[in-house]
């Protein structure tokens, strides 16, 4: 095994998953790239949308791919910082809204 | 900032700027020869579709001094085009009759140059469509230029203007502090005369390109955002955005190989290679004139001194049609930037 689990050369490679399984390979490759065209939203607005998720999932090679990704839309440092906030924002609230769920289940053993 | 020819850097030497592009990478592979590739898509030799635009550098001095120009302009260049090698273009316009129908006017700030205004004047008069290169805070630079939008309208001429973004910091990132406001000022004076107008005949392109060592995105998209954009927020018009890919040359081949980010630019230029974006690069159609009267593939080749083949004329003077048309173009590493996606020319992307 390698030192790091992570080198930025492999991002390059994501194509190569297709080696060991073309077919279904092929049917991600198709779907991504369909995902991303433009559509009711711009691709700008995708790009942000994926650069907020990649950083929800904290995938390295997503930071990197969107980032740059973004710039390339078109995208604002403002535009892509706030779209950060949103996924920050919903994973802080994933966490927080289970606050009723720890209430209810402290109310239900609680005297 | 200064020129990197007033810097004496080694870049402002164009047989450095080759070395650097033939060079192999770190881990000692080469790039894929862009002449192989155009080989194997059955473009090699590249031979011209018949010239159809002059494009004219009128001379290397300009207001501004952009990090990623690839002319390496700035208020400290003095090479300028003379009257009489303007002359000469215009006795080779005469020549070329109605097979070259269009001028592309570039710089440095080709509005600085003394004779321009004259130069203008006489290419209209020869019926050819002049576009002129303007990069918007020359309107303002000084109370000489005010009037350059008036002007402009009077000659029917077509103004293609550089905005890297509808953001103030990406915009001044590339071009200098204070720029954006200014081009906004220039082009609401443009729009004042009719510019970018529907309707008006007066056609005001902006050209987009990165700031920084990624790719642009969809000419359609990012043309659709930029036109919101500044309508919104400033009520400026344009009629197109052409977006260009900066190619790896001069400052912006010095700023790749600073900020580390040469090798990675190269690979995405050389990955995004596209064989129908290279049967319509812009040197098939469009020959290059320097500052001195010298003849080029492009504007690109001019500033990497690599003049027309030997088979065709060396300089303007000389001109003839015949043997520019029948000419192999000649060719290097850079010329990845203008197949890359969706291809880049001075008009945009070719696919
Ligand atoms: S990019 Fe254009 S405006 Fe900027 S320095 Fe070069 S010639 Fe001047
Ligand atoms: S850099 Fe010049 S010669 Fe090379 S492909 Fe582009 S326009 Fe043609």
Redesign the pocket.
């Known amino acids: 095994m390698e030192k790091t689990y992570y080198k930025p050369e492999d991002l390059g490679k994501f194509g190569n998953i297709a080696d060991w399984q073309p077919e279904l390979a092929k049917k991600f490759f198709d779907y991504y790239g369909e995902v991303f065209k433009e559509g009711e939203l711009s691709e700008r607005e995708k790009a942000l949308i994926a650069l907020a998720v990649s950083h929800a999932l904290q995938c390295p090679y997503c930071i990197d791919a969107y980032s740059t990704g973004s710039l390339e839309k078109g995208a604002t440092e403002g535009q892509m910082m706030e779209a950060l906030h949103v996924a920050a924002a919903i994973r802080g609230g994933a966490s927080l809204v289970h606050g009723v769920q720890m209430m209810n289940k402290v109310k239900e053993v609680s005297m | 900032m200064t020129s990197l020819k007033r810097q004496e850097h080694r870049l402002a030497n164009s047989l450095i700027q080759l070395e650097v592009l033939e060079a192999p990478r770190q881990n000692g592979e080469q790039f894929a020869l862009f002449q192989d590739k155009l080989e194997a898509a059955g473009l090699y030799p590249l031979r011209p579709t018949g010239v159809e635009i002059l494009q004219i550098n009128v001379g290397?001095m300009?207001?501004?001094?952009?990090k990623?120009?690839?002319?390496?302009?700035?208020p400290d260049r003095k090479e300028i085009m003379a009257r009489e090698t303007m002359q000469h273009c215009l006795d080779a316009l005469d020549a070329a009759g109605k097979q070259i129908h269009t001028v592309d006017l570039?710089?440095?700030?080709p509005e600085m140059n003394p004779h321009f205004r004259w130069f203008v004047e006489e290419l209209s008069l020869r019926g050819k469509k002049v576009m002129v290169?303007c990069?918007l805070?020359i309107i303002l630079a000084n109370p000489k230029y005010h009037d350059l939008p008036e002007f402009f309208r009077q000659h029917g001429v077509e103004v293609v203007s550089?905005l890297p973004h509808f953001s103030a910091r990406r915009t001044d990132a590339q071009?200098g502090e204070g720029v954006f406001e200014k081009s906004i000022k220039a082009l609401q004076m443009l729009n004042a005369v009719g510019y970018g107008k529907h309707g008006s005949g007066l056609d005001l392109h902006l050209v987009y390109n990165p700031a920084g060592a990624f790719l642009p995105g969809s000419q359609a998209s990012l043309e659709k955002e930029f036109k919101q954009k500044l309508l919104k927020d400033f009520g400026v018009e344009f009629n197109n955005l052409y977006v260009i890919t900066n190619l790896p040359i001069s400052r912006f081949l010095d700023y790749l190989l600073q900020s580390g980010n040469y090798e990675s630019y190269m690979e995405k230029l050389v990955n995004a290679f596209n064989p129908v974006a290279a049967a319509g690069v812009m040197c098939r159609n469009t020959l290059s004139v320097g500052w001195d009267g010298a003849l080029y593939d492009c504007d690109f080749n001019q500033m990497l001194d690599m003049k027309l083949e030997k088979t065709a004329p060396e300089h303007i003077s000389d001109f003839q049609l015949n043997s520019i048309d029948q000419r192999a173009i000649r060719l290097n590493q850079h010329c990845y930037g203008c197949t890359a996606g969706a291809g880049s020319s001075c008009g945009g992307a070719t696919t």
């Open positions: 290397k300009c207001n501004q001094t952009c990623h120009c690839h002319v390496d302009a700035g570039t710089g440095g700030a290169r990069n805070t550089s071009r």
